[in-house]
């Protein structure tokens, strides 16, 4: 019995999903999925966004984690205000969480005087709170036991949970960068499914840019970090190659875990797909075929003085 609790743990504390230490489920193209992190993010694409995501973590490896988000926001008519809606879907093991998260943010603009001047590109500054549900399954009859009737290894289901967050975001022409906790409250743990619904408190720090090489390249670095107390530190960096504004070719590497690529194209002004492959650079190299990820976006562009605004980068 000892070594199966062993198992269930080690499985936990491995995926991103839902160890106890480090649980929030990693993207390759996190930079197109920044409402997850960030509440201030909402609206800040000036039109409603659409965009899901799908993630499988490990290919081959029985049990690896698999994610699945869906996020909508955009700003309201009073475009100080944004708001924004996000589900999430993720299993690792016997174990499934359920999340939908509701996001507010206001926008402070800097450069323009008027609601007839303002451009996309003026320097903004965005403040967000963000309100999380979750409920969290258990299916552990999978789990073969020896003690049928141990009380850390029964079924659950339903387990409902709540959290806030809060964050900010800067965003100009050329840069962006945010800060943000998605989920400030730490419950206690007390056992092993208390301590599986737990969310320990994560800290996030982004910054990117575009950089323009010529009319037909530019450039996109862009770096995540995360905080996480009893965790190592977790470094993302990636360079995107953006060709005519179509065509992003990517590479990304996540500290001591992971590396990979990603390519996006943007089949009108408002839709883009994309495809993202990890491989682990650590020893679950040897027992996984890397991970994949689907990226679908769709922007409801609406016209602005008789032009359609601009392809944006971040």
């Known amino acids: 019995m000892k070594t199966i609790k062993v198992i269930l743990v080690g499985l936990v504390l491995l995926s991103s999903g839902l160890s106890i230490a480090q649980q929030d489920v990693q993207f390759t193209q996190y930079n197109d999925n920044m409402l997850h992190y960030n509440p ?17 973590q490990w290919v081959g490896m029985k049990g ?19 708001v924004g809606v996000s589900l999430l879907n993720d299993r690792v093991g016997p174990l499934t969480q359920s999340w939908i998260a509701g996001d507010i943010s206001y926008t402070l603009r800097f450069g323009s005087t008027s609601n007839s001047r ?33 009380v850390d290894l029964q079924n659950y289901n339903n387990k409902m ?41 994560h800290y996030y720090a982004t910054l990117g840019g ?13 770096t995540m970090v995360k905080i996480t107390e009893n965790a190592p530190l977790a470094i993302d960096g990636s360079l995107a190659f953006i060709f005519y504004d179509k065509l992003w070719l990517a590479g990304n590497y996540r500290l001591l875990e992971s590396a990979g690529v990603y390519v996006q194209y943007q089949i ?45 980068f971040f």
Do not use: C
């Open 161 to 201: 949970g709540a959290n806030v967050g809060a964050g900010v975001y800067f965003r100009s022409k050329h840069l962006f960068a945010g800060v943000s906790v998605p989920r400030i409250l730490e419950p206690n743990k007390t056992s092993l499914t208390t301590a599986s619904q737990t969310r320990q408190r």
């Open 268 to 312: 009108s002004p408002q839709f883009k797909i994309g495809y993202g492959f990890d491989i682990s650079t650590n020893s679950l190299v040897r027992f996984n075929a890397g991970t994949h990820e689907i990226l679908l976006s769709y922007d409801l562009r609406r016209m602005t003085k008789g032009a359609i605004v601009s392809p944006r």
């Open 118 to 150: 303002r451009s996309a590109d003026d320097p903004r500054l965005s403040f967000g709170v963000k309100g999380v549900m979750n409920m969290l399954n258990a299916d552990l009859d999978r789990l073969q036991t020896t003690d049928q009737n141990d």
């Open 40 to 56: 201030a993010y909402a609206g800040n694409r000036d039109v409603l966004t659409v965009t899901a995501l799908h993630r499988q």
């Open 64 to 82: 690896a984690p698999m994610s699945t988000t869906l996020a909508l926001h955009t700003p309201l008519k009073y475009e100080a205000i944004g």
């Open 210 to 222: 575009i950089i323009e090489v010529n009319r037909q390249l530019k450039l996109r670095p862009t």
